[in-house]
Structure formats: structure tokens, C-alpha cells
Nanobody
Framework: QVQLVESGGGLVQAGGSLRLSCVASRSIFSNNVVGWYRQAPGKQRELVAAITNGGRTNYVDSVKGRFTISRDNAKKTVYLQMNSLKPEDTAVYYC????????????WGQGTQVTVSS
């Protein structure tokens, strides 16, 4: 099993910034993707941003230009820099680790709460 631990959430005013971190206990997929997901109350979990081992990224349209995903493989850490936060960004944010292609196991962190006040 791979342990993923998220941190960096908190309460911030609209327009503010937060930087989330996801630290993995180990790396088992040479070709992989790490994604940040979020789930707001009463809503489905959605993919916010993802990054592959090769550095390819993608973002949901609602965060493009505001959020940046990055990774530090030596530290087994993926970051999500969130700028210009909006109240609609309020959610629990989770990181996910899986093979880039395939139906193998995937791993989730426990989540970190992000609350953006207006």
C-alpha cells in the first residue's frame, strides 16, 4: 500500500492563495499520474489537476490560470499552488496516485479542507 498525506489546506479569503502538498510513502509506478481532486458538500468528486511522471499536466477549465500543479520526485511530493481563490473552490481536496495507463490499484489521501470565504 502507498500512503498519501495531504496538507496545506485552511481558511482563506477570496483572492488569497494556498499551497497544497501530497507526500507519498513510496513510489511503485514508473509511469504514473498524480491528480488533485476535490469534493464540495453535496457534489461529486471532480478532477482539478493532474501531472504525469513526465511532467504533462491538465486542469479543469474552472482553475486554469489560477492553479498550478507540480512535482518533486526526489521528495515524492506533488504540489497544488492555488491562487486567486474563489468561494466555489471550497472543498475537501484529495490527491490520487495511479498508473498512467491501466486498471491497477489507485491510492488516495485522506484529504485536506480548503475553505474560501467571500
Amino acid at each position: 500500500q502507498v500512503q498519501l498525506v495531504e496538507s496545506g489546506g485552511g481558511l482563506v479569503q477570496a483572492g488569497g492563495s494556498l499551497r497544497l502538498s501530497c507526500v507519498a510513502s513510496r513510489s511503485i509506478f514508473s509511469n504514473n499520474v498524480v491528480g488533485w481532486y476535490r469534493q464540495a458538500p453535496g457534489k461529486q468528486r471532480e478532477l482539478v489537476a493532474a501531472i504525469t511522471n513526465g511532467g504533462r499536466t491538465n486542469y479543469v477549465d474552472s482553475v486554469k490560470g489560477r492553479f498550478t500543479i507540480s512535482r518533486d520526485n526526489a521528495k515524492k511530493t506533488v504540489y497544488l499552488q492555488m491562487n486567486s481563490l474563489k468561494p466555489e473552490d471550497t472543498a475537501v481536496y484529495y490527491c490520487n496516485y495511479r498508473n498512467l495507463i491501466g486498471s491497477g490499484p489507485e491510492y488516495w489521501g485522506q484529504g485536506t479542507q480548503v475553505t474560501v470565504s467571500s
